[in-house]
């Protein structure tokens, strides 16, 4: 296949599940997994409609499970549901009412603890106040908020009244906001004073400010006092929440929407052009968040369980709010940064409160590979006893790392592979089931049949890198991007002729039938006629001793077409021009001729997204010696292109 990605790296090591481990899981068989996979394939309407129908709270019950082909399909029409009264209504029935939901610590220290009655409290009244402020169902709130439970709070209000939530991560500037609220038709913004980030003030009111000029739709602010910092509160627009909630009632029955009401809106950065505003609505979303986070972390009634990623991205709506609230389970939620006010922050915060799954990304992974082994050494880390990872292919030395020193050989590692536009965990191990490869995301859950196919469509051979695609609809994937129909129908659906889901990324199935992302598929590079994925050739990097983070980009060669690249990270001080010559021979060495490196460049640091992604396209226009002309808006650091530039 001449459009096949080349694979070139190989990796044997193999884990099994710990016996103990898979006698008490919920799946924990092979046989059992292979069932529900094969009936949710075959006959995708008893598999999601039992589901539905035993899982979720119906007010009415729905007609139908499915109606309509991938992508208009419509899921459960007829039902009638509530997203907040999944999470809290129904566990005050049982003897969840008192059981935590969730456990905050904040970044200088502070902490609250609230159960699943308090909680329900809460929403019910800030429901109540957002309806005072003429909030209305099918209404558009922005929250701007830090990761305080006053976010979640707001999350299932706006759910309870049937408002659609846009959340807007903390980092992001006026701009971002104005455009957000704009493209939304925003109606009321919730922020607060402000956010602990490394021990200073993230002025998030200051920001909400500076966007409301251009935010014509917002009417009103709510601010939460987090900080205690000064802020300017406009007389008629801007309220305090706890002004609000003194008076409000803690009185208010859950709105009962149809199935396919809008639950919320979440941006996410397209390669081009403006953001895009991901749609996901009611009841598939919920189911889908409630089972893929049972099977994938195996919830026990005991547990707590960690997520550490930022309610502003997908992974936070997922996996610290909708999953494991509807699930009943305790949701650890920490404010600030993993190094503040020290490097072992997180492995003071899994002793204290005894985390049992921890559920991260590899950009922290690595950040925690780089600060040292002393770190986590310090705390007891064996209340722990399963490890996620999520956002980015994870580098199997990383990978090794992850399970030796945080998981202490003990606890399986579940990779899994996602995104904001499938709402919830496509392809992971399931932890008592799957014997896993480093590096490796393994095998679709029941419901998601994925392929690898060359840009005709045609599905490809084990072991030959294509296009990562989703042949069958599930009840989570986005319905649009909110206003652009026609976009949404562009970006996943038009390259198949509508027939399957193109995810943007390349993979390759092994022999075993196990999934191996190899990135975006922007990111392939064009060595002497082979296509090879820049990500593999970073794995190999990062497995050297001298190397603690690497990104790998092509760029013009007169002879190779593209040459390779290599921007990196070393684990001590920049080292001698000698080690240059080590790390091309040892990618050499680890994975062919083909992949040596043309080009070295140590750097102290990456430009990364505010989520942690590298930026390989301002890395591509930097290798090739070119004037960037790329938003940089989303740049964490905008310091470190500089750097690149000079060095
Ligand atoms: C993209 C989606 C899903 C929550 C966080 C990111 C990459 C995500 C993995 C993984 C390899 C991964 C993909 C995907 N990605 N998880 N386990 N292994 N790559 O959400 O911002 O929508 O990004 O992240 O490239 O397409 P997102």
Redesign the pocket.
């Known amino acids: 296949m001449s459009d096949a990605i080349e694979s070139i790296l190989h990796e044997d090591r193999q884990f099994a599940p710990p016996a103990e481990f898979t006698a008490n899981a919920l799946i924990s068989s092979e046989e059992h997994y292979q069932e529900m996979w094969q009936q949710a394939k075959d006959d995708p309407t008893t598999f999601w409609g039992d589901l539905a129908t035993s899982e979720l709270d119906w007010f009415q019950p729905f007609d139908s499970v499915m109606e309509g082909d991938m992508p208009e399909t419509k899921w459960f029409q007829g039902g009638k549901i509530n997203a907040s009264y999944q999470c809290l209504d129904r566990h005050l029935t049982t003897w969840r009412k008192n059981k935590a939901a969730i456990v905050w610590e904040g970044e200088p220290g502070d902490t609250r603890t609230l159960t699943y009655q308090e909680l329900h409290r809460e929403v019910c009244k800030f429901a109540n106040v957002l309806k005072q402020l003429g909030v209305e169902t099918g209404d558009r709130v922005t929250l701007y908020m830090p990761m305080v439970p006053e976010l979640t709070i707001a999350m299932l209000a706006c759910a309870r009244i049937g408002a659609t939530h846009s959340i807007i991560f903390g980092g992001f500037s006026a701009e971002a906001i104005a455009d957000r609220n704009n493209d939304a038709q925003a109606k009321v913004v919730v922020t607060a004073d402000g956010g602990w980030r490394r021990g200073k003030e993230v002025p998030l009111k200051t920001n909400v400010d500076n966007s409301m000029e251009k935010s014509k739709s917002v009417q009103k602010v709510v601010v939460l006092r987090r900080t205690g910092g000064d802020v300017e509160m406009v007389p008629d627009r801007d309220y305090w929440w706890h002004d609000l909630m003194e008076n409000a009632s803690a009185e208010c029955e859950a709105e009962q929407l149809d199935s396919e009401h809008p639950l919320f809106i979440l941006y996410?950065s397209g390669s081009t052009g403006k953001p895009k505003g991901v749609l996901h609505t009611t009841a598939g979303y919920m189911l889908g968040a409630q089972m893929t986070s049972r099977w994938v972390f195996d919830y026990k009634d005991e547990d707590t369980y960690w997520c550490t990623a930022d309610i502003g991205?997908?992974?936070g709506h997922s996996y610290i709010v909708y999953g494991p609230l509807a699930n009943g389970v305790t949701s650890v939620m920490y404010e600030g940064a993993p190094n503040w006010p020290d490097e072992g922050r997180f492995w003071e915060l899994v002793e204290k409160h005894r985390v049992n799954i921890f559920y991260t990304a590899p950009t922290a992974i690595r950040a925690f590979i780089k600060w040292g082994d002393e770190w986590p050494q310090k705390y007891d880390l064996s209340s722990l006893r399963l490890l996620g990872?999520?956002?980015?292919?994870?580098n199997p030395e990383a990978w090794m790392w992850y399970r030796k020193v945080i998981g202490g050989d003990r606890c399986p590692i579940v990779?899994?592979?996602?995104?904001?536009?499938t709402g919830g965990i496509m392809l992971s191990p399931l932890p008592g089931v799957t014997a896993t490869k480093p590096g490796s995301?393994t095998t679709p859950l029941p419901g998601v049949v994925p392929a690898i196919v060359t840009e005709d469509g045609e599905e490809l051979d084990a072991n030959q890198g294509g296009l990562l695609v989703m042949t069958q609809p599930w009840p989570h994937m986005l319905r649009t991007l909110y206003g652009d129909h026609d976009r949404f129908i562009e970006t996943y659906f038009a390259k198949f002729n509508g027939k399957m889901y193109f995810?943007?990324?390349g993979a390759r199935k092994d022999e075993d039938g196990f999934y191996w992302?190899m990135?975006?598929v922007d990111d392939v590079i064009n060595v002497s006629g082979h296509r090879l994925s820049t990500m593999e050739v970073e794995s190999a990097l990062v497995s050297h001793e001298l190397v603690a983070e690497a990104a790998v980009v092509g760029f013009p060669h007169e002879l190779k077409g593209e040459g390779i690249c290599c921007f990196v990270i070393p684990k001590g001080d920049i080292p001698a021009d000698e080690a240059k010559e080590t790390l091309r021979q040892h990618v050499r060495t680890q994975i062919g001729a083909i992949a040596t490196p043309d080009q070295i460049r140590f750097t102290p640091a990456l430009p990364k997204t505010r989520?942690g992604?590298i930026m390989r396209r301002l890395l591509r226009d930097i290798a090739a010696g070119r004037e960037s002309t790329q938003d940089t808006t989303t740049l964490e650091d905008q310091s470190i292109l500089e750097k690149l530039r000079e060095g």
Do not use: F, L, M, Y
Request: proline share 4%; hydrophobic share 30%; aromatic share 12%.
């Open positions: 996410t991205w997908i992974t990872t999520v956002g980015e292919p994870i990779d899994t592979w996602w995104q904001t536009e995301c995810a943007g990324d992302i990135g975006r989520s992604k």
